[in-house]
Every structure is written in structure tokens, then in C-alpha cells.
């Protein structure tokens, strides 16, 4: 069937000698034609935790609840949720929603997906708090948590019901449907089915997927009028651009910085952009420097770095300079912190803690993994110079950089971090908790800061169910982390995308960076 | 020649091993394929479950037996990033760089011939100076900066405006410099599917279109050596004892040129030519990164970002197969050509 019908479009491409003769028939239809840097390595969600992951799962699934643009919870396959008590939630389920495989959705499906979550090596971390399970009757599920937990509704977002006849049995080879294989082949990383507004029709890894929307497709009331899309990755920045310049594709992400402007000046393509929550950072390794014991030092290190000056001019703007991890939007952003720029003072503190002289440092940061990463360790050693701290910068490739990383192989080095769950509890977790490697704990933390007084009051936060209560007490951990100067924070990478003048994007995409292509309206 | 080729085919062997054992010796520096398999908030202690999974713990040697033994059942083992057999991703992208290499021939061929021949029995022409300055700047312009401008200038367009547009010849002139765009800016359009895992862009004119751009700023790099060379070997030609024997004997100029002299002058051309198509089929990587051809450049650009090691080792060994391959398809042609060469060293 997907033969004849690329032959049938292969057909009709070579008939129409003729360029003009194209669009024409191309207008019957709404086709989204969009290139990311990358596509999903299997059609498995559960595979692997990663951007593209999410976006296929936006496209091919729906979660029972999901961001809104300023990041309120809005119901989709959950149509209502209530706390039970402080440990239990139990959530209504929308009612007529049919699979791709024509599979009605119930309750089970939603205890099946979950299940299988916690079995999965990438989601099992993040869905630990949930206890278990349980399917009242066909439309209504019971979530229960060892502690109280006030982030279920984030996690919630991640829940996108599987397909749990369609997954269950076995395959030809014998294989259970529903096994999650990292390395090798498994039936739910060639098929799949879920309830969300496309279908795949056609897969090649790494060239192009195809799908096509879902005719009973339970949101009648979404805006969304696209029938197909084409998705493509293409991994080298320039062609991206030219892809969309050149008309050959109408929406592309991320858009690189130095094509903002060309981008800005075409008249033919429009250009969304917002403030990012990825939090870009230097760690200073207090295992490997006797001098970053010293807070004073720290805060010298967290006055010498002018944010603002590599946000304006490194990244031409498209940056926001950060004096914290958590950003504008999330619970424990505190707008009382801004960076603290001061020469004269980093000096002084240096003085004071005996370092009049400074000393040299060794530093390490990737050069493909974030934007403009290699310029930015480069002009963070040049401030550091200022203060009479020498630096021996070292630059990687990201496929050789996490293991130097992992080994902590340098006394400062850089990571950016982007919170799984949309909170700043996750960033304390992973990049400042004192590093234990049995719980996990501080797995980021290259610092290897640690300060049990802020992490009692982060597990204290993780279990306050009034999140107000709660927000106080992470925008209080930020100010201690401050205040300490237990990492320098550079900035909030920006996000951008692009998309030909009637390809409405502006209203879809969001901070996560998984464009609700459901929703999208190509105009006529 | 049967011996020869059984020689050859020796060649082939031996080439491969050693390939395989430097690619696996350098696989440590390549990077942690854990790291790309797995999301980042992924404890450590699922890490090294994976690792342990993937043999990635055992001695260099173990590891490269288990490798070895495998590899002589024809099993190279399994790409992280794909999934399936290292083999079979490989069979599936090698198709478009063969044709992407096949119309760079092409146009090598069709453009270098001519050119080469004309610029050496006219040296001292305008046209000729001119073919010889632009292959200059041709072979010294990278490849990268090649394909990004066909891409501004036949993909997307560029509106050039130097001259007063009010005026009959500003207008002109404005209207000869700009460019429209309208051809592809990325990849492979929709092939044709011929059989296996062979999808071809050759069988309609939409599909050509799409090969145009990539295959000229391929060829960029290998016309102007290869007009050059041509040049370079006819002038040679042209000097030579019985070309000038055979003009005194009145056969007429272009029987000279065209039979006698292009003969001979293709014997070396040969020889460098099917070297430099095994290059060509390692340059495409920078191509096809650019324009986004689905191929094996790309695939392997992607395998080293994401040290997919399975798939960049039987990678390596294929491209090294694929050199031995067309070394002997160019000794074979060369004793065609020129039946003095004896292939096997025996007297005949």
C-alpha cells in the first residue's frame, strides 16, 4: 500500500514536467513539509528520553495532560483529575477516543503504559514516585505514590497511552510485542499505534517519515487542518535554512543563531522565537581544586563572568543570562537574583581569600552539543583571565566530551541541563545534591558541591503537596546556591523556529520544544 | 588472470583486516556509545547493565575475536543508532551514493574530455586560458563552500541589483545576474524503487533534478584535476615521435588528434581516474552532508556523531573493499587498453 503510493506520487512528480503543474496538486491537500536537526532512532517512546522522542510522541500519541504556552496543565486523554488523599490522585479518562489500530481506549491501556514505563531504562527515574496503578472501571484510573507527590501532574505529561492489545502477545520471532530493546530490533520499534492526530505511514531511519492524519481522531474540536507530514532531518544547519528559503520544506527547527537575521529579512518565512528553559553552566570541581572550597573564591569565579556581555554579543541576543537554574515560569525561579557582574569585586574576594596572584585551572567543554558552546568556554577563560586565574581550555566533540565528563576529567567544565519534568527539583537532583552513587543523586554534579542544609530543604520541597508552600522553598534553595555560589550560571539558551508565512506556527510550539503539530493551521 | 584476481581478492582480505583492527584499536577514542543510547537523567548503574550487554567491558582482543568470528560468517553485527544489521543499513544507503558517484562520472567524463583535449591543441586560445583559470579556482574553492553557493543561487535565489533598474540595460543586466532558485536544496525527492534496496532518482526527469546540484559540486573537486591531467598528457602526446610521424604522412588533424593521440593520452587517465573514483566515494561525505543525500557519507557522518563503532568499523571496511574493488577494475581495463601490460608479471 505505502508502495503503490509513493509510486503513484513518483508518477505524478515525473508527469508534471512542468514546476508549476506541482503546487497544484499539492494544494488539494494540506502537506507539512518540516525538517528537524533529527529524527527519533525507533518508533518505540519508550526507547530512549530525548527531544525527538517526545515530538514523534506528540504527533502519533497524546498524553492524558499536557503544557499549555505558559505552562498550565491542560487535559487531554485525562479530562478531570482529583487528589484523593496526599498520596493517591485519581483521574477521569476521555470517553470515545479509538487507537489507530481501531482499538477502543480504556483504563487498561493507561495501567499498561504506565507499567511499562517503569520498566523502560530512560523513564524508570522519573516514574519511581509512582507506586502503582490501578484501573477503577474503563474510563477512570487511580495513581498512587509512596510519599506524598506533588509533581504527578507533570509526570502526567509523559503519559501517552499505548496501544495495549496491539502491544501485547508476540511477534513472529517469538519476542514478546511489548519488549523495550535499546540495542536491537523489537516489534514496538516498528510498529506502532497510538490515539494521536497522525499516523505513520511510512518510515525510513535517518531520510524521511511520512504520515498521514488520522481520520477518527478524537479532538474535532483542534483547529489543525494538516492531512500530511513529511518529516525530514537534516543535521547540517545552512541546508536547513536553504531548505526553507528555497520553499523545498515550509517549517524547520531549530533555526541556528547566525541565520536569525536572513531569516528575520525574508518576507516568504516567518520566525517564532522564545525563551528557553535549558540552563547552560560551569561547574568548578572542589575534588579537584583545593581553592574552589573557598565560597570566596567561588563568588570571585560568579562576579568575573559579565552573562549579559555573551548573551548580547556571543549569542547575538538569543540567549537569557541567568543567575540561577530554574527559569522565568518554573517554581522556584527567584526574581530577586540577577547576575552579578563586578571586576573589582571578584578581585577583592580573591584577595581576600589569598589568591591575590590567582592560580590556573583546566577546563573542558563540548563543541557540537549546545549552541555556540566551544566560544562560550573560550570567552568565560578570557574573563577568568581578568581575575589572574589562567586557563587550559580543552574543546570536544559531544560524542567524546560526556565521557571525559562522566571521568571528571577537568576542574571546570560545562553542562547544560534542560528539567524532564518542567521542575527545578530536577536540576537540584542531577547538578547540585551531593554526589552518592547509589541513589543517583548529584549524577551531574562535577562540582561535587555539596551542601546537606539545601538538600534536606529540596527533599523536604519534593514531598509538599501546597505548591505554593513548595515554591517558596525551592526559590529559597536558589538563593542559597546563590548566595554560596555553587556553580555559575551563563544562560537560558532561546529557541527558535521558522516556518513559511501561511504555516501558522506561532500558536503550537512551546518552551519544551515539541510543537503541537495536531494543532497547526496552514492557511490557503 | 585467474590467478590475478585470486591475488586480488587475497588483497581484499588482507586490506579489510587491517582496517578492521586499527578501526577497532581506535574505538575507545570515538566516544561512549552509552551516552547516545540512553537519556540523560539515566543512573549509572542502568549504564553499566547496557555496557556489560554490549561486551563493551571486555579486553580489546576478546572483543575483537568475538568481532572476527562473527565477521566470517559475514556478520558485522548490529548498529546502535539503526538497529538492524550494520550490513544491511549500509546496502541500504549504498545505492545513493553510487548514483550520486555515477552522475559525478558522468559529468567528469562528458566535461573533462573535451575541455582537455581543446585547451591542449589550443593552448594559446582565450577560451582555453579561461578553462585553465577557472579550474584553478575550482580546485581550490572547498567543496562546502561549492554546494553552499549552487544552493543560494539555484535553490533559493538571489535578486542582484547593482544597476539602475529604470533603465532597458540595468534591468538586463540586473535580470542576468539574479537567479530564480526553483531546483531541490536537500535530499533525494521521492525515488523510484528498482529492486532490493536499490530506489533510483535516474528514471524521470523530477528525479534528475535533484542529483544536479549535489553531483556538480562533487565534481567540482575531481573536473579540474582531471581536465588538467588530460591536458597535461595530450600536450605530452602531442610532441611525441609518431604523432608528428603521422601528421607528415598527411592523415588528417582530426584522425590525429582524436584517434592516435586521445588513446595514448587515456592510459594514465585511466589508472588515476579509478583510484579517484574510490575517493569520490569517500567525498561524497561532505556532499551529502550538505545536501542532505541520504548515502552512505552521511549515514557515516552520523554513525562517528553517535560512535555507532559496529557500523563506522564495517564502514571502513567497505570503503576499503571498494578501493580494492575499482584498482583491479582499472588493472583489468588497463590491459584491455593496452595489451603489453601482462597483468600476472608472466611472459605471455
Known amino acids: 500500500m505505502i508502495f503503490r503510493k509513493t509510486l503513484l506520487a513518483t508518477v505524478i512528480g515525473a508527469t508534471a514536467v512542468g514546476a508549476a503543474l506541482l503546487p497544484a496538486t499539492a494544494s488539494a491537500e494540506n502537506t507539512l513539509r518540516m525538517a528537524y536537526d533529527a529524527d527519533p532512532v525507533s518508533l518505540d517512546i519508550h526507547e530512549q528520553l530525548s527531544g525527538a522522542t517526545l515530538q514523534l510522541s506528540h504527533m502519533t500519541f497524546d498524553p492524558l495532560v499536557r503544557w499549555t504556552q505558559d505552562l498550565e496543565f491542560e487535559p487531554r486523554l485525562a479530562t478531570s483529575w482529583e487528589q484523593v488523599d496526599d498520596t493517591t490522585m485519581r483521574m477521569t479518562l476521555r470517553e470515545g477516543v479509538t487507537f489507530h489500530s481501531g482499538n477502543p481506549f480504556t483504563a487498561d491501556d493507561v495501567v499498561f503504559t504506565v507499567e511499562r514505563l517503569k520498566e523502560s531504562s530512560d523513564f524508570k527515574a522519573i516514574f519511581a514516585p509512582i507506586d ?17 507527590y506533588p509533581l504527578l501532574l507533570n509526570l502526567a505529561t509523559y503519559i501517552f497511552p499505548l496501544d495495549s492489545q496491539f502491544y501485547s502477545g508476540t511477534d513472529e520471532d517469538g519476542d514478546p510485542k511489548d519488549e523495550i530493546v535499546k540495542n536491537g530490533n523489537s516489534y514496538a520499534s516498528r510498529h506502532i499505534s497510538g490515539t494521536g492526530p497522525f499516523e505513520v505511514t511510512n518510515r525510513q531511519q535517518g531520510v524521511r517519515t511520512d504520515f498521514e492524519r488520522y481520520d477518527d481522531y478524537w479532538d474535532t474540536d483542534s483547529p489543525g487542518n494538516v492531512d500530511k507530514v513529511v518529516l525530514t532531518p537534516i543535521g547540517e544547519n545552512a541546508t536547513r535554512v536553504a531548505a526553507l528559503l528555497s520553499g523545498d520544506v515550509n517549517f524547520i527547527a531549530p533555526v541556528p543563531p547566525n541565520d536569525l537575521d536572513r531569516i528575520r529579512d525574508d518576507e516568504d518565512v516567518q520566525l517564532v522565537t522564545m525563551s528557553g528553559t535549558r540552563i547552560i553552566t560551569f561547574q568548578m570541581d572542589q575534588n579537584r581544586v583545593e581553592a ?6 567561588r563568588q570571585a569565579f560568579a562576579y568575573a563572568i559579565n552573562q549579559e556581555g555573551i548573551a548580547d554579543r556571543l549569542m547575538k541576543g538569543f540567549a537569557t543570562p541567568a543567575a540561577q537554574l530554574s527559569p522565568a515560569g518554573y517554581a522556584g525561579h527567584n526574581d530577586e537574583l540577577s547576575p552579578r557582574y563586578d571586576v573589582e569585586k571578584a578581585k577583592e574576594l580573591m584577595a581576600e581569600a589569598g589568591y591575590e596572584d590567582g592560580f590556573s585551572i583546566t577546563m573542558m567543554a563540548p563543541n557540537n552539543r549546545y549552541v555556540n558552546d566551544a566560544k562560550i568556554a573560550q570567552a568565560v577563560a578570557a574573563m577568568l583571565a581578568r581575575i589572574n586565574v589562567t586557563v587550559d581550555l580543552k574543546t570536544l566533540p559531544k560524542a567524546q566530551y560526556w565521557g571525559e565528563f562522566d571521568d571528571r576529567a577537568a576542574d571546570m567544565m560545562m553542562i547544560g541541563w534542560h528539567a524532564d519534568t518542567e521542575d527545578s527539583a530536577n536540576f537540584y537532583q542531577y547538578l547540585t545534591e551531593c554526589p552518592d552513587p547509589d541513589t543517583g543523586a548529584g549524577q551531574y554534579n562535577a562540582g561535587n558541591y555539596c551542601n546537606p542544609e539545601i538538600d534536606a530543604l529540596v527533599a523536604e520541597a519534593n514531598v509538599e503537596v501546597d505548591l505554593e508552600k513548595r515554591a517558596e522553598m525551592l526559590q529559597a534553595v536558589e538563593k542559597a546556591l546563590y548566595d554560596d555560589a555553587a556553580f555559575i550560571p551563563l544562560h537560558w539558551q532561546d529557541l527558535a523556529w521558522a516556518s513559511a508565512q501561511n504555516v501558522d506556527i506561532e500558536p503550537v510550539v512551546n518552551v519544551m520544544n515539541f510543537p503541537y503539530i495536531g494543532d497547526l493551521v496552514i492557511e490557503e | 588472470m585467474i590467478a590475478f584476481l585470486i591475488k586480488r581478492l587475497f588483497h581484499a ?12 584499536a581506535i574505538q575507545d577514542n570515538l566516544g561512549d556509545p552509552i551516552q547516545q543510547m540512553v537519556g540523560q537523567s539515566v543512573p549509572e548503574s542502568e549504564r553499566a547493565e547496557l555496557r556489560e550487554e554490549l561486551g563493551l567491558n571486555d579486553p580489546f582482543f576478546v572483543q575483537y575475536l568475538r568481532f572476527a568470528k562473527n565477521a566470517a560468517q559475514f556478520d558485522f553485527g548490529y548498529s546502535y543508532i539503526f538497529n538492524e544489521p550494520t550490513t544491511q543499513v549500509i546496502m541500504r544507503h549504498l545505492p545513493a551514493t553510487l548514483e550520486l558517484v555515477a552522475a559525478t562520472t558522468f559529468l567528469i567524463v562528458l566535461l573533462s574530455v573535451p575541455i582537455g583535449v581543446y585547451s591542449a591543441i589550443k593552448p594559446r586560445a582565450w577560451l582555453s586560458r579561461a578553462f585553465m583559470g577557472v579550474s584553478i579556482v575550482g580546485i581550490s574553492i ?14 533559493i535565489g538571489v535578486d542582484f541589483t547593482p544597476f539602475p533598474a529604470d533603465t532597458a540595460w540595468g534591468a538586463w543586466l540586473n535580470d542576468l545576474l539574479s537567479t530564480d532558485g526553483g531546483m531541490p536544496a536537500y535530499g533525494r525527492g521521492n525515488p523510484v524503487h528498482v529492486f532490493g534496496t536499490w530506489d533510483t532518482n535516474f528514471s524521470s526527469l523530477e528525479g534528475l533534478t535533484y542529483l544536479v546540484l549535489p553531483a556538480i559540486s562533487l565534481a567540482s573537486i575531481m573536473l579540474p584535476l582531471f581536465i588538467r591531467l588530460i591536458r597535461a598528457e595530450m600536450l605530452e602526446v602531442l610532441q611525441s615521435e609518431y604523432v608528428k610521424f603521422a601528421r607528415a604522412k598527411g592523415i588528417s588533424l582530426r584522425r590525429i588528434y582524436f584517434v592516435h593521440a586521445l588513446k595514448n593520452t587515456m592510459l594514465p587517465v585511466i589508472t588515476v581516474g579509478g583510484v579517484q573514483i574510490g575517493t569520490l566515494v569517500a567525498y561524497t561525505i561532505l556532499t551529502e552532508t550538505v545536501f542532505q543525500w541520504p548515502g552512505m557519507g552521511l549515514m557515516f557522518l552520523d554513525a562517528i556523531e553517535r560512535s555507532d563503532i559496529p557500523l563506522i568499523v564495517t564502514y571502513l571496511m567497505i570503503v576499503g573493499l571498494i578501493f580494492v574493488i575499482t584498482n583491479t577494475l582499472v588493472d583489468l581495463i588497463y590491459g584491455l587498453v593496452n595489451p603489453t601490460v601482462k597483468l600476472t608479471g608472466k611472459p605471455a
Open chain 1, 292 to 297: 574552589f572550597k573557598d565560597p570566596r573564591v
Open chain 1, 132 to 148: 502503582s496503578v490501578t484501573a477503577i472501571d474503563d474510563t477512570t484510573v487511580e495513581f498512587t505514590t509512596s510519599k506524598p
Open chain 2, 142 to 155: 572547498p567543496v562546502f563552500l561549492t554546494a553552499i553557493v549552487l544552493i543560494q543561487l539555484f535553490a
Open chain 2, 13 to 24: 582480505f588482507l586490506v579489510m583486516f587491517v582496517i578492521s583492527v586499527i578501526s577497532f
